[in-house]
């Protein structure tokens, strides 16, 4: 008879396992930290043959157990489903072991399944992928918000992008109704993405939380990164309770404003009508797309993922908008000052925190807007009349000698004429009637390209700022 872990839990976390008890380590320390508390989980190792059960074991919770498997299936599929079996809970997460939850994952997905009576919520993630990794120091990334959605819903009409398991919680009753994770030799896609698919088709409710709760640091486009010890992972776990780290990341996502040319609408919308189509027809638009124009056949997806990660033998959508709503809600929520605090807005500086809307990666020495329309948002504790000054300076040359910048606070709009690439200031009259966000939007008609190259549309630079009392 089968032996099921039984806990009176209301989360089952399900946590699939191969030979990495270092990074898992980093993981099952970000599921510990969780503010919700009433969970139970489950490490499946895939016969694993390492030190894996000691690093459980470590943990001295006895929310977590582990179990090995005899046999090596070579993907996580199967152990996700002896998890899916074994565990009792009736909502089920599951987390990879090379990824990371910010402390309130589990709490915003079960109030969002509760609110929005779904059988599966899913979160956006931010995909990270370092260039460098020096503890102590900011490592180099870039960073993409995925897992993302039209009209906070799963939609594979919309995207062919990935949602990965990591950022899901669904009823037991949706999983077991849907026979759990087919395996990858049937799958062109990734199972995981497979089962999506399945869930949509036979009509569950599958929506988005709509706040990024989820860090993913890319292995299957790094060679090698299932055969070699990171410290990357650790990094990124030491600051996930930083109040603006989420906002940080956010800031690393090169999204921005979508680009609205008539050529890239009539371009979403022809794929679009495609993907809905196909979905109609029952067939996978992400599936589609590995096997016509990547030439995969079902189990091919696993054997590229084995070979680059160490082991051995994307893509569509206009996702700008919703990329950079995520990015304004969490800006909202982290961009309090004080007229004792200076903004700078190079790399690492603290600028992240109130660039809400139509802002570049920032650079060393500050940030570039990016398109028509750019936002800012203070909050400060304080009540009364404050000034906001801008320190920027504007992307001009010969054929471009101006930028007209027009901003809007409390309803109310002024045009200034900036003609010098030197750093000048401007200056921004607010009140504040306490901790609610002022929202300072900036619209930038004369944004240009700067290169053939470069897609940005590019109208100010922001060094830095600082608030005054009036």
């Not at 994952?105 to 399944?113: K, M, N």
């Not at 037991?172 to 088709?201: I, N």
């Not at 809007?408 to 966000?437: A, Y």
Request: proline share 6%; hydrophobic share 40%; aromatic share 6%.
């Amino acid at each position: 008879m089968q032996h099921r872990f039984v806990r009176d839990a209301r989360v089952a976390v399900v946590i699939a396992t191969y030979r990495r008890p270092q990074v898992l380590a980093v993981a099952l320390r970000s599921l510990v930290a969780q503010t919700l508390t009433d969970w139970q989980a489950l490490v499946v190792g895939d016969a694993t043959e390492d030190d894996t059960a000691a690093v459980v074991a470590s943990f001295g919770d006895p929310r977590i157990d582990f179990v090995d498997l005899a046999v090596c299936m070579g993907e996580q599929s199967g152990p996700n489903n002896v998890g899916i079996a074994r565990t009792s809970a009736p909502l089920v997460a599951f987390l990879n072991h090379d990824d990371l939850w910010f402390p309130d994952h589990l709490a915003i997905a079960v109030d969002t399944l509760q609110a929005r009576r779904a059988d599966l919520v899913f979160s956006p993630n931010l995909t990270v992928h370092p260039s460098t990794s020096s503890p102590g120091a900011v490592p180099e990334v870039s960073v993409t918000v995925d897992s993302l959605s039209r009209g906070g819903r799963f939609d594979p009409t919309q995207t062919t992008r990935a949602t990965p398991a990591s950022t899901w919680l669904a009823t037991r009753e949706m999983l077991e109704s849907l026979d759990g994770w087919r395996p990858a030799s049937e799958c062109v896609v990734e199972p995981s993405q497979d089962l999506l698919f399945r869930a949509h088709r036979r009509g569950h409710r599958l929506v988005s939380t709509g706040v990024a709760t989820v860090i993913t640091i890319a292995s299957g486009t790094r060679a090698g990164s299932y055969a070699r010890s990171t410290t990357e992972h650790q990094w990124f776990a030491d600051r996930l309770h930083e109040p603006d780290f989420r906002a940080r990341l956010l800031a690393c996502d090169a999204v921005g404003c979508p680009k609205d040319t008539i050529g890239e609408t009539v371009r979403r919308r022809v794929g679009q009508s495609t993907r809905r189509t196909l979905v109609a027809l029952g067939v996978s638009p992400r599936a589609l797309h590995y096997r016509v124009r990547l030439g995969l056949r079902p189990g091919d997806r696993l054997r590229q993922l084995h070979v680059v990660r160490g082991l051995g033998a994307d893509q569509l959508g206009d996702l700008g908008a919703t990329a950079a709503s995520i990015r304004r809600h969490e800006v909202l929520r982290v961009c309090s000052v004080d007229a004792a605090t200076p903004m700078e807005f190079g790399r690492d500086g603290n600028g992240h925190r109130f660039t809400a809307l139509g802002w570049s990666v920032p650079e060393d020495w500050g940030v570039w807007s990016d398109g028509p329309v750019a936002e800012l948002a203070v909050s400060t504790s304080a009540h009364g009349r404050f000034a906001l000054v801008l320190e920027l300076h504007a992307h001009v040359d010969s054929a471009h000698p101006r930028q007209r910048v027009i901003t809007t606070v409390h309803g109310e709009s002024s045009t200034t004429m900036i003609e010098t690439g030197n750093v000048s200031c401007l200056t921004l009259p607010f009140t504040s009637s306490g901790t609610t966000p002022v929202i300072i939007e900036l619209c930038l008609p004369d944004a240009w390209q700067p290169a053939s190259g470069d897609p940005r549309r590019l109208s100010i630079g922001l060094h830095r700022a600082r608030l005054e009392a009036l």
